[in-house]
């Protein structure tokens, strides 16, 4: 027998049947009576039954679900033999088969890789295997998509894939949607369901199985009742229905049901059984079933909520006429900045409603959100903070745990063949027993060698850091205790992943029992009870559910994997592609920690009852309705086609569909609370971008015309604040507001208030505040004595050090005063190329030396022959031989050898223009002696005492010597760049562009001192790029020789040139045979003589104005570094600034909006407006 309970939300459908069911159950005790609801409303259900129940217990009552009633079915009549697949078990199948069957599959197969792929497949034929349609309904499916081409190759593929994983898992395993076709094969000789009276409640439909389970029921239960939700002005058994209709699901469910009783009665008494037509007037005469009309008893003495009920998503709804004040009480409209912001108002109200009203427990609050994604975790997060406890009504994913990223990587260790990557994340997974610091040791030990392969990691660490190469006997003796501590390290993660390198060319089972094994090794079980036991401890009872669960989980897994691919042999990779599909389908279940705290869950999932107030959160139209999940296999058009042209066969509601099924989960939330409704909506989402109201607020807005939207963020701050501790975070916000004057006069009143109070209950905390609010960057300089503690009483400095300090002072420090420095990589920059020109270069000359050949005589073969050996020791010895430690690098010896062979041939080409030879390369500043060029006095009264000098250290690239008639000696300094460089006198005058000026004065200074009688000339400082630069060919006719001195101009020198005639002369002996253009250096003469504005010339005098200026800058950042000078004054110059390309950005705390701090704005100045500055400071004297 087949009844209905139809009731209105809130009408009592649920308290009257469990009425009944209790009232029949104790008078009728050996009749079986059992309570079918959703999954997730056991417990309530149960809670509820015993509150009811006279004896305060359950007695002959069963409160189940689907999955539990087949259990108790198959324990009393006995179960197949076969396994229960699981969704984990279900995914790993169709992982393999789909492998196995992948030529087969052009659609599903090639995608089948991708992250999450595996799931949708799973749904879908999940879904099928639940909508009863197997492969051969798919065949007509098929054979009706003939006109829809990629819809037809889709459902082929699902149909091969659907036979194939059948076919697979025949004898061997079945899955829950079969255990429902099995069990209604059982119900008819179990005794716990015959003559019993059985109630499915909570449940706006079934599927296709579950309603062959129920038609199962109805031949041989006694009776079954249904409640469905539903007004009493509904006809619940009206034939034509719309799915517009409000209540379209129940109505839909009935015509269902009635059709499952019929079908059952034609099979107990075919003779008897009028035809489906003329029983269903029977039915509609019939007085069995219950309507619940008249009163809400949920909502009875609240006129608004009751109307809401009556009216919402009907068709006729009128306007609510009654007190407007009641209105505002029942229904609370909120608009709000942010989804945070709706948050923290919504705790807000709850705080303050329990405060208002002692009788009310936080139990009588519910949240549900428009999307728990977004909302769930700022809800738990900010609860905390408000002291309310909330439980998170969903099952949580588990493929972020760090136990699962420990599998990961240690497979991944395998799989890269210990790469650098793969290691370190396995280290830092949170599993490991090893300290932070000494991680981070290691990893700066593997990265500054390089070292990488299992066979790397096998051999013991015997070798320095690149950084650490000269050391004294102290540092070799630290060295050994730090190899030490390393090699240990080393050893235990080798020995930890051996059980999965020694089995991962194995076969399923062996590789699964290695990574058993592994995690055996790693104690991960006592780990994470371990870790259970502490969020347990900090109140976090999610986390510790996951904790304690996880272990069990993933053991459960690997059972899995191994049970059913055992034997097959595959790739490390389809393994972790396996285990991962595994991880996606793991979900943990938590239970709420206390009985009193506010349930937060979504729209559809959650089961709310005895609720107060409901708070619904994110009522914007992006979460409302709620949008089907983009992709999928089969889209909406697909499913839309599909059920236009085969009706016949039901599949899943499509997303159109869903949508009006929605509205009724709106309507069942939104008249859940007894007493009030609120809901909130975000103006901005929380990436920025403008949200709107969900078209619900308008409906609800329209059924109460004077309600008005409310916007908690504005309200006066003494209604937003509950404790001490919103207290604190209202000032901590605000408190640089006040500091800066922007603070309106009422609100600063409150605002002193407020931290006259905190300053009364927690001084350290209001200092904290009060600092912060006016913090000002001030510049503080070392203590002479700690000044000259970190740079040593003699300062020894380079010229790049002194441009560093020029360019911002902080970084000077940080970077040479405490030493910090990037962390050392095994790799081949722009640095380390520069550094490999310098080299070869270097020796190049010096080969020419030991082979007596000059710069300007060497031919073409010679200079390849040596250069070529040049490059091969420079690079044999570089790096630990990083150059050859990969392909890319290897290219790039090629293409240094081609950039080489163009530099010298074009040096030569240069030389030969003039009277210049190379005197030194590589000329370091040791060889200048005790010169004041090098050894500067920083003060003049005080030159003698140790502690006021500075000591420059450097080393110039080149210098060439000419001499004239005179013997008068003219010097060149030549100082190579591997990238594109110019000479910017104002850089010089703002000591940011020191370099080339400073080796010209060491220069001169060591040729006066070996050449005391003659006089010493500045010829030319200048920049050589050394490049193979690209020529446009054009103009050439493809003549080798044309192109060659194309490229030639373009490697023109790039400095300085003395403009003295005689210079000139000596540097390019073609300007003194008549050409008005060198070809060498960037000089151009007009016809009476004088320079082009494009010459790099300057006056001698001039030159040697710039040459006493630098020393000068020389002298004077040499004191303010003693002096302590460490002020963050990073420089801008144009587009350029110090911070731009400063590694040491996230310590100095530099920040423009912060008070004191400020870029040193430096002007841009001409050559001519430099040079008057210079000559002005000269006149006017320099100490």
């Not at 991962?504 to 290695?514: C, F, M, N, P």
């Not at 690079?875 to 430690?885: A, D, H, K, Q, R």
């Not at 000696?969 to 010089?988: E, H, R, T």
């Amino acid at each position: 027998m087949l009844r209905f309970c139809f009731g209105a939300s809130g009408s009592g459908k649920s308290h009257k049947l469990y009425e009944e069911i209790i009232e029949r159950s104790t008078k009728d005790t050996d009749r079986n009576y059992l309570i079918i609801v959703p999954d997730q409303f056991t417990m309530q259900t149960q809670m509820d039954i015993v509150r009811m129940h006279p004896d305060q217990g359950i007695m002959n009552i069963d409160v189940l679900s689907f999955g539990r009633l087949s259990h108790r079915i198959f324990e009393e009549t006995g179960k197949r033999t076969e396994a229960v697949l699981d969704d984990v078990g279900k995914s790993l199948i169709l992982r393999h088969v789909a492998d196995l069957n992948k030529d087969d599959l052009p659609v599903i197969g090639s995608h089948m890789h991708r992250a999450g792929y595996i799931d949708e497949v799973k749904s879908t034929i999940s879904e099928l295997m639940q909508y009863d349609v197997g492969p051969d309904q798919m065949k007509i499916l098929i054979d009706n998509c003939q006109s829809r081409r990629a819809l037809k190759s889709k459902l082929s593929d699902l149909q091969l894939l659907y036979q194939k994983f059948q076919e697979y898992t025949e004898g061997k395993y079945v899955t829950p949607e079969e255990t429902l076709s099995f069990l209604c094969k059982r119900l008819a000789i179990s005794r716990l369901v015959r003559d019993s009276v059985i109630v499915f409640d909570g449940f706006t439909g079934f599927t296709p199985i579950q309603y062959r389970v129920i038609e199962e029921l109805l031949a041989c239960a006694g009776e079954v009742i249904v409640s469905l939700e539903m007004d009493d002005e509904s006809d619940p058994y009206k034939d034509n229905i719309s799915e517009q209709e409000l209540f379209y699901l129940s109505k839909k469910t009935v015509q269902s049901l009635l059709k499952c009783e019929w079908r059952c009665l034609q099979r107990l008494d075919p003779m008897g059984t009028p035809d489906y037509n003329r029983w269903k007037g029977y039915r509609d005469l019939h007085n069995d079933d219950i309507v619940l009309k008249g009163t809400n008893y949920r909502l009875k003495g609240n006129a608004p909520m009751a109307f809401l009920e009556q009216n919402l998503f009907r068709y006729r709804a009128s306007s609510y006429d009654g007190d407007n004040a009641d209105v505002s009480d029942s229904i609370v409209i909120a608009q709000c900045d942010s989804p945070s912001e709706e948050v923290r108002q919504a705790l807000i109200f709850i705080s303050r409603m329990i405060r208002k009203d002692p009788e009310l427990f936080y139990r009588d609050f519910a949240i549900v959100c428009g999307d728990l994604s977004t909302y769930g975790e700022k809800i738990k997060r900010d609860a905390d903070t408000f002291g309310i406890p909330v439980y998170i009504d969903e099952t949580r994913g588990i493929k972020l745990n760090p136990f699962i990223e420990y599998i990961r990587s240690a497979l991944d260790i395998v799989r890269t063949d210990y790469s650098y990557e793969t290691v370190f994340h396995f280290m830092r997974s949170g599993m490991m027993d090893f300290d932070d610091d000494k991680i981070d040791l290691l990893e700066n030990y593997v990265r500054s060698l390089g070292i990488r392969g299992h066979k790397a990691w096998e051999d013991i660490f015997t070798r320095r850091p690149r950084s650490r190469r000269k050391a004294d006997a102290k540092d070799d003796e630290r060295m050994v205790l730090f190899l030490d501590e390393m090699n240990r390290m080393r050893q235990e993660l080798v020995d930890m992943i051996r059980p999965i390198m020694d089995n991962h060319k194995k076969t399923v089972l062996e590789l699964s029992k290695g990574l058993y094994e592994f995690i055996q090794k790693g104690n991960a079980g006592a780990k994470l009870l371990r870790y259970a036991e502490r969020f347990e401890e900090e109140g976090d009872g999610v986390k510790a559910d996951e904790y304690s669960q996880i272990y069990g989980k993933i053991m459960e897994l690997l059972d899995q994997v191994a049970l059913l691919l055992g034997d097959e042999k595959i790739s490390l990779k389809e393994y972790m592609e396996i285990l991962d599909a595994g991880f996606g389908e793991i979900e943990v279940g938590t239970i709420p920690q206390n009985v009193d705290t506010v349930r937060v869950g979504d729209i559809e999932r959650s089961r709310l009852s005895n609720i107060k107030y409901l708070l619904f959160l994110g009522v914007n139209d992006t979460n409302i309705p709620k949008h089907a999940s983009e992709g999928g296999i089969l889209s909406d058009i697909d499913r839309q086609f599909l059920m236009t042209s085969v009706p016949d066969i039901e599949l899943a509601p499509s997303p159109r569909q869903q949508m009006y099924i929605q509205r009724l989960y709106l309507y069942m939330n939104l008249t859940k609370p007894s007493k009030l409704l609120y809901m909130s909506y975000a103006g901005i989402s929380a990436d920025g971008k403008s949200l709107n109201p969900a078209y619900i607020i308008g409906k609800i807005r329209a059924l109460f015309p004077d309600l008005k939207v409310r916007m908690p963020g504005t309200d006066p701050i003494e209604r937003q604040l509950l404790n001490m501790n919103d207290a604190r975070t209202y000032i901590c916000m605000k408190a640089r507001e006040y500091a800066d004057g922007n603070m309106k006069e009422d609100e600063e009143k409150k605002f002193l208030t407020l931290y006259d109070i905190l300053n009364k209950d927690d001084p350290a905390a209001a200092k904290r505040v009060h600092e912060a609010a006016f913090l000002r960057y001030t510049n503080s300089p070392l203590p002479k004595a700690l000044a000259s503690a970190l740079y040593g009483n003699y300062l020894e400095n380079s010229v790049s050090r002194l441009e560093v300090f020029a360019s911002c002072c902080y970084e000077h420090f940080v970077k040479y005063g405490l030493m910090l420095d990037e962390r050392s990589e095994y790799d081949f920059d722009n640095a380390d190329l520069g550094n490999v020109f310098h080299s070869v270069l270097e020796l190049f000359s010096l080969r020419l030396e030991e082979k007596g050949i000059e710069w300007t005589k060497f031919t073409d073969e010679q200079g390849q022959e040596i250069l070529s050996e040049v490059i091969r020791e420079v690079t044999g010895e570089y790096g630990e031989n990083v150059l050859y430690s990969s392909a890319r690098n290897v290219a790039a010896i090629d293409r240094m050898y081609r950039i080489l062979l163009r530099s010298v041939k074009t040096l030569r080409y240069q030389l030969q223009k003039g009277d210049f030879k190379p005197e030194k390369f590589e000329l370091d500043f040791k060889e200048a002696g005790n010169i004041d060029e090098i050894n500067i006095a920083l003060t003049p009264e005080e030159e003698t005492r140790i502690r006021q000098k500075m000591q420059l250290h450097g080393r110039i690239d080149r210098m060439d010597i000419a001499t004239d008639e005179d013997d008068n000696i003219y010097i060149k300094i030549i100082d190579f760049k591997s990238g594109n460089k110019s000479f910017d006198v104002a850089s010089v005058y703002y000591g940011l562009q020191l370099q080339l000026v400073v080796y010209m004065n060491v220069a001169m200074a060591m040729e006066r001192h070996d050449n005391p009688d003659k006089e010493v000339v500045p010829a030319a400082i200048l920049y050589y790029h050394v490049a193979d630069p690209l020529v446009d060919a054009k103009d050439t006719d493809n003549d080798p020789e044309r192109i060659n001195q194309k490229i030639i101009k373009e490697l023109k020198a790039s400095g300085v040139i003395n403009a003295d005639k005689k210079v000139i002369d000596l540097l390019d002996k073609s300007i003194a045979q008549g050409a008005t253009e060198s070809d060498i250096l960037h000089v151009k003469l007009k016809k009476d003589g004088s320079f082009y504005a494009s010459s790099q010339v300057m006056e001698n005098d001039s030159y040697m104005a710039v040459s006493s200026y630098v020393r000068h800058k020389i002298r004077e950042y040499g004191r303010r570094i003693l002096d302590g000078d460490i002020e963050v004054n990073p420089y801008s110059l144009g587009n350029k600034n110090a911070c731009t390309y400063c590694n040491f950005r996230s310590i100095c705390g530099f920040d423009v909006s912060t008070p004191g701090y400020q870029l040193r704005e430096l002007s841009k100045l001409s050559e001519d407006e430099v040079m008057t500055l210079i000559k002005d400071e000269g006149q006017h004297g320099r100490s």
